[in-house]
């Protein structure tokens, strides 16, 4: 799947999560809107555990 | 630091504890007179005896091994800080997961139905102050030598504690303070298989430590969530002691029910592909479950755990 699709994904979060992410884009560094930051911390979390997004896909370990 | 004037000193026998009334910014200092025992500890408000020592909250921040400088504090919802830990030695080896000795624990093990054990010690002591066998809660441990293995099992060895060793334990607020000798050494390695005494001193608050117990409280009791009696739905004590639900009765849990809302999060192509492969991995229910996830475990890391509240600074000693 190319990087440059852009796919909505609709994610659950109960009014403490949101709260938390809400924080998170007070701080202003991970987005403007909420998706924005889920998005930016996915993608450093995926970072994080040594995935390789690729604008081809993505590869690394699944677990 | 300087603390103010020896106020009471007294020696407690094997095997024995003492309830002694401790007031804000005094200091307690429990000393080997000859070494190798250990002692168990427990600590309750003077001013509301529901309000207690909880070493099991103190264990998320402080591990199972309390050491100088850490903050005990008392059992949520209050959770104020309790007791400083002013002074230890580098080596004194604490323990707040095992449970205080009991009877029963000689009967089974050792078949004796009469022998010295931390919980009717304790229990004896506090009997002073009206406070019955239930109320004897778990120990601060100290000189306490245990290993704790992988699988969460445990043995005793070898008490390493020196004549002359102390630990100052400094009142953040009003409170009993019951230290007591470890009614297991003699029959088990805990104190290396003879029973001594300890000594127990009592020093007067001075202005150092006084501050410092007002500074502890400045900085770690002002949590909106360290809840008062007056704050409880239930305020009164439970004077009889069989359980009935009251009628009528309607739960009020905090933030019930959750609410959920979905959140649109756009994702790249290769995001959402590390996404699936994680899903049919097994990391989560599905593409959303691992974003989310994801996104948490970014955050928690993103915000280290504070410890500090948990810990004196050395500059306020």
Known sequence: MSDETVIVVRVGFNQQQRELIERTRKEGDAG???????????????????????????????L | MEYGLRRLRFVL??????????????????????????????????ADYKEYM??????????FRPCKLDIIYSNPPRFRPMLGIVEMPDDCATDILGKSCHATLFEIAQGFTAHTNCQDTISEAIAEYNLTPDDVHHSLNFWMNSEWDSRGRYEIVRNS??????????????????????????????SNFSFKPIEIEVFAASAATSRLADRIMERSGRYQTQRTVDQ?????????????????????????????????????????????????????????????????????????????WSRIPVAWL
């Open chain 2, 232 to 308: 409880f739905r239930v305020k009164s004590i439970k004077s009889d002691r069989r359980l009935a639900p009251v009628p009528g009765f309607q739960p009020k849990f905090v933030n019930f029910p959750l609410e959920t809302i979905e959140v649109e999060v756009p994702l790249s192509g290769a995001e959402y592909d590390a996404a699936e492969r994680l899903a049919a991995a097994g990391f989560g229910r599905d593409v959303a479950d691992v974003v989310r996830k994801g996104f948490m475990l970014w955050r928690s890391s993103r915000r280290p755990r504070n410890r500090d």
């Open chain 1, 32 to 62: 403007s809107t909420d998706g924005e930051v889920i998005r930016f911390g996915f993608a450093r979390w995926l970072e994080s555990e040594g995935w390789c997004l690729h604008h081809d896909g993505a590869s690394g370990s699944a």
């Open chain 2, 161 to 190: 504690a020196r004549a002359g060793d102390y630990v100052d334990l400094l009142a953040c607020f009003d409170q009993l303070m019951v230290p007591a000798i470890c009614g297991s050494g003699d029959t088990m390695l805990t």
């Open chain 2, 13 to 46: 026998q094997p095997v024995s504890a003492k309830g002694v009334p401790v007031y804000r910014g005094e200091v307690m200092r429990i000393r080997q007179v000859l070494g190798e025992q250990c002692v168990d500890f427990n600590a309750f408000s003077l």
């Open chain 2, 54 to 63: 909880d070493v099991s909250a103190c264990r998320p921040t402080l591990g």
